[in-house]
């Protein structure tokens, strides 16, 4: 089965002139299908612009990437975009859930930017409150939602168009221990369940349990591969995270 992510030497620097540095120096890797990946390392390893490049934001200025076999570099900007939008789910630290709008009203927003009719958007977006376990909070908006809570809806709001790949910029930097376990358990069952990848930016090893490879980022190159916690060790980590 093709990988849903292939990228071979990446490069990737910014500025210009004496200004100019180098973010990343020749990455490469793959990611399967159903598997969750992390990225760690330290602020300014170019963990986040591995991130913007493997989620066709951004393009390398050397090397190859290819996303469900397509070649983002390929694409004008405006086929890039809806590349993104039909194939791909993005989840935040932030949340970026608009305020005025309820739960529900935030996810059928998202829908019908991807062309589903407002019937249909509302269906499926109830759906994935049930799903993230928010269906009576579906009327309520982001102020008067805890930040579980919130990270919840924008998990649904990721997943709801049904994407291959969901890229997860720091998903629990702003959720207390317990939270962001019951988040990362939903969130790697869910991508699991429809057989799509996870790629995850973190700096948080409370949640390492829930990756399948760890990638270590040090100065724009991948510095090792780090194995997740498993068997015994795993449960151990689990419970220490509840206690």
């Not at 990446?10 to 990343?24: D, P």
């Not at 076999?69 to 789910?89: C, E, I, M, T, Y």
């Not at 919840?152 to 910029?169: H, K, M, S, T």
Request: include cysteine; glycine fraction near 10%.
């Amino acid at each position: 089965m093709q990988p849903t992510i292939e990228a071979w030497d990446v490069h990737k620097g910014f500025g210009t002139g004496s200004a100019w540095r180098s973010i990343l120096g020749g990455v490469s890797l793959t990611v399967a299908r159903g598997e969750t990946v992390y990225l760690v390392g330290r602020s300014g390893s170019g963990k986040t612009t591995l991130l913007s490049i493997l989620g066709c934001i951004l393009t390398p200025d050397r090397g190859s990437v290819r996303i469900l076999g397509q070649d983002p570099a390929q694409l004008n900007v405006a086929q890039r975009a809806s590349f993104r939008g039909r194939n791909l789910g993005f989840i935040f630290q932030s949340f970026n859930l608009f305020p005025t709008l309820s739960a529900l009203d935030n996810i059928v927003l998202a829908l019908s930017a991807q062309g589903v009719g407002r019937k249909a958007a509302v269906l499926q977006a109830e759906t994935m409150l049930e799903q993230v376990g928010l269906s009576q909070r579906i009327r309520v908006r982001p102020a008067q939602l805890s930040t579980g809570e919130c990270q919840r809806v924008a998990i649904a709001r990721a997943l709801a168009g049904n994407p291959e790949v969901i890229f997860a910029d720091e998903p629990t930097a702003s959720l207390d221990t317990e939270n962001g376990q019951v988040v990362l358990q939903l969130l790697t069952g869910m991508v699991r369940a429809r057989g799509a990848s996870l790629v995850v930016v973190t700096h948080d090893n409370r949640i390492f349990p829930f990756a399948d490879r760890i990638l270590e980022l040090e100065d724009g190159r991948l510095k090792q591969e780090q194995a997740p916690h498993t068997g015994t060790q795993r449960r151990s980590m689990m419970k220490g995270l509840v206690a």
